[in-house]
């Protein structure tokens, strides 16, 4: 069996496709990872959320941040934004409730002991160990998964607490969870989190480091694979691979198999690429 991970679709089907082609993945009989963000942007999200959710237990993903507007719009605690027209077929889908039910029924972090990797979509703040990591996943999974679940996609949407704390309680603690999980990108040296950063490392601005630089990290030494940094592009250090490349963006879809040392693999966008903007 192998295991591979696949950096953000957001709506790229056909390259989706093309990766899984590429790797002669076989459901019966290998593994993939998907960093999250299946959706929006790209053209055809419906398709991709249907051919994931086909998958089965032969694929794993997590929660993106466009994953979680999706829900927050489909239960009617966010506003619609320019940029999300790509999201209609899927709310307009006559199999829209089984989709959206199974998308919200993923985790924001999988742990594979066997491998010491961790999935997530964007980062850890350099307060949190894994363990504490997985215990905060498992808090917000379950406030997405809850009865309450409308409280929270109404009151998930901003950059405050940008500090973590481990006394913080309520919207606030779950907000920075979810932040961290699905936005994170730098961070100053204390771990406050820098979320209205979203360029190249060459544009951060002075004190801001990639969340897996800062110094003391105290997830270090463990392997995490993540995506959500398309102007990152690949990064394989300390650790952390890295595999969004901004396929939706013109760039392209990237895979690497994680059960072994080996080498990572892409291919271009052929869904036509949109005009690069904050993601």
Known sequence: ???YAVGDVQG????LDDILARLDFHPSRDRIWLVGDLVNRGPQSLQVLRAVA????????????HDLHLLALARGHAE??????ALR???????????????QSRPLLHHEPSLDATLLHAGLPPQWDIAQARSCAAELENALRSDGSGDLFARMYGNQPDLWRDDLEGADRLRFITNAFTRLRVCDRDG?????FKGTLEQAPPGAMPWFRVPGRRSAGHRIVCGHWSALGYRDEQGVLALDTGCVWGGALTAQRIDTPCAPVSV????????????
């Not at 790229?12 to 390259?15: I, L, Q, S, W």
């Open 80 to 85: 619609w934004r320019a940029g999300d027209a």
């Open 89 to 103: 077929p899927i709310l307009e889908a006559p199999d829209r409730e089984a989709l959206l039910d199974w998308l």
């Open 54 to 65: 086909r998958l089965g237990d032969a694929a794993i993903t997590v929660l993106g941040n």
């Open 192 to 196: 406050r989190l820098l979320l209205k």
């Open 1 to 3: 069996m192998a295991v």
């Open 12 to 15: 790229c089907a056909a390259e």
């Open 268 to 279: 271009p966008n052929r869904s036509g690429a949109l005009p690069i903007e904050a993601d």
